[in-house]
T-cell receptor
Framework: AQKVTQAQTEISVVEKEDVTLDCVYE???????LFWYKQPPSGELVFLIR??????QNEISGRYSWNFQKSTSSFNFTITASQVVDSAVYFC???????????????FGQGTRLTINP | DSGVTQTPKHLITATGQRVTLRCSPR?????VYWYQQSLDQGLQFLIQ???????AKGNILERFSAQQFPDLHSELNLSSLELGDSALYFC???????????FGSGTRLTVV
């Protein structure tokens, strides 16, 4: 069965610090997708990134970067030069691929509440 | 606007009552997923429908039921409501083959 673990329940840093959110996953499938979502105080879920299991290249998008390492089953998320607007709950999620049935359910981690203090 | 519409946005009801949450998926998406997010909890998968048929079931209580209609919209029915059912309920949709999930803005249910 799939499982996603975000061991950091809460993180608090001062603005402009770099912060890394950890995500470790478990799956028996060789083909799967990993995601990060942001949930600001307003409550909606904001999609950040999707990565398939065959693409281990790290990705950078502005101040955001993601490190995918299959060897350690980790998909960590780093925010560089954090800003107060980055304050939110961040969720890592996993979806196993099915050749015939296609997209399966997303399994979420428990989330990491990130607070950026001015 | 994500393309997934959930109604109502807020719902306050009493214990023992029954409510229906509605979700209209993004145009072209055949799969609908329901998730429950209780206070300070992660997102728990409830149920998935694909083109009108139930495809996967998660930790959905027997008091809860769902269906997907021919026009692909879905409804989540919650009955005999308890205080603990108070939560944010999300609906998501996907086309099925591209592994892109679009979430609605959620329905916040408060049971008093």
């Amino acid at each position: 069965a799939q499982k996603v673990t975000q061991a950091q329940t809460e993180i608090s840093v001062v603005e402009k610090e770099d912060v890394t959110l950890d995500c470790v996953y478990e799956t028996r499938d060789t083909t799967y997708y990993l995601f990060w979502y942001k949930q600001p105080p307003s409550g909606e879920l904001v999609f950040l990134i999707r990565r398939n299991s065959f693409d281990e290249q790290n990705e950078i998008s502005g101040r955001y970067s993601w490190n995918f390492q299959k060897s350690t089953s980790s998909f960590n998320f780093t925010i560089t030069a954090s800003q107060v607007v980055d304050s939110a709950v961040y969720f890592c999620a996993l979806s196993e691929a099915h050749l015939i049935q296609g997209a399966q359910k997303l399994v979420f981690g428990q989330g990491t509440r990130l607070t950026i203090n001015p | 606007d994500s393309g997934v519409t959930q109604t109502p946005k807020h719902l306050i009801t009493a214990t023992g009552q029954r409510v229906t949450l509605r979700c209209s998926p993004r145009s072209g998406d055949l799969s609908v997923y329901w998730y429950q997010q209780s206070l300070d909890q992660g997102l728990q998968f409830l149920i998935q429908y694909y083109n009108g048929e139930e495809r996967a079931k998660g930790n959905i209580l027997e008091r809860f039921s769902a269906q997907q209609f021919p026009d692909l919209h879905s409804e989540l029915n919650l009955s005999s409501l308890e205080l603990g059912d108070s939560a944010l309920y999300f609906c998501a949709s996907s086309e099925g083959s591209n592994y892109g999930y679009t979430f609605g803005s959620g329905t916040r249910l408060t049971v008093v």
